[in-house]
């Protein structure tokens, strides 16, 4: 096959396999990461570096342990800028280079953002919350997260950006990740399992993102979880 002139990096935050269709789960409705895992290469022995967030995705975007990259933690860690990221070199390749974060952990402040030309970290859009006992929280998630529809937005604004040219776009989403509250339509669908009806939305953006990205067959997408 030709070398990919697209690469599409997408970091489910907190995914289980098990609660995949392409890994056995009879329950699940996740029809489109079961049409990645069928046409492409699926993975059924991997290891996060890591189980934390931000030391998880340094490890993705380096290619090196937390003992080596130094960011242990999501808090207080920042990665070092003598630390070269995979952005760095696709954009010293040429390419043009974005990112969507879902969530504030990865925001731009803990040296992540380095080699991308945009790094959508800015969350200031409305966060739709359904379950009650969650309202009080509605403020600081709007602050610290976003939906998974918002980042398929954001993430198909920025691939129209790029036009022809060859690019790497990392695309978070942070849903999968509690609370659970997945929007009146995925929850029907996974009753008393509001972890599954958030990964079932997931699934759906992932499907409208790859739709949008459009019939362009020189694209190499890669879906991870960080832990």
Do not use: C
Not at 38 to 53: H, I, L, N, Q, Y
Not at 107 to 123: A, I, P, V
Not at 189 to 215: N, W
């Amino acid at each position: 096959a030709p070398a990919p002139r697209a690469v599409i990096l997408i970091v489910i935050d907190t995914l289980r396999p098990d609660h995949l269709g392409s890994y056995g789960d009879t329950r699940a409705v996740t029809p489109t990461l079961d049409s990645l895992a069928a046409t492409g290469v699926r993975f059924t022995d991997a290891m996060t570096t890591v189980p934390v967030t931000l030391p998880s995705v340094t490890s993705l975007l380096t290619g090196r342990l937390p003992l080596h990259h130094g960011v242990r933690d999501n808090d207080r860690f920042v990665l070092d800028p003598a630390e070269e990221t995979l952005a760095q070199r696709f954009h010293a390749a040429g390419w043009r280079t974005g990112a969507v974060l879902g969530s504030a952990v990865l925001s731009r402040d803990r040296g992540l953002s380095r080699g991308f030309e945009t790094y959508d970290d800015h969350f200031d859009t409305p966060f739709p919350v359904y379950d009650p006992t969650l309202q009080p929280l509605t403020g600081e998630l709007a602050r610290s997260q976003r939906r998974a529809d918002v980042v398929t937005d954001r993430a198909l604004t920025l691939v129209k950006s790029f036009g022809p040219a060859p690019y790497f776009l990392l695309v978070h989403y942070f849903d999968a990740h509690m609370f659970y509250d997945p929007p009146p339509r995925f929850m029907a669908l996974h009753p008393g399992r509001p972890y599954d009806g958030e990964i079932s939305f997931v699934d759906t953006e992932i499907a409208r993102l790859l739709r949008g990205v459009g019939p362009r067959k020189d694209a190499l997408v890669v879906v991870v979880s960080d832990h």
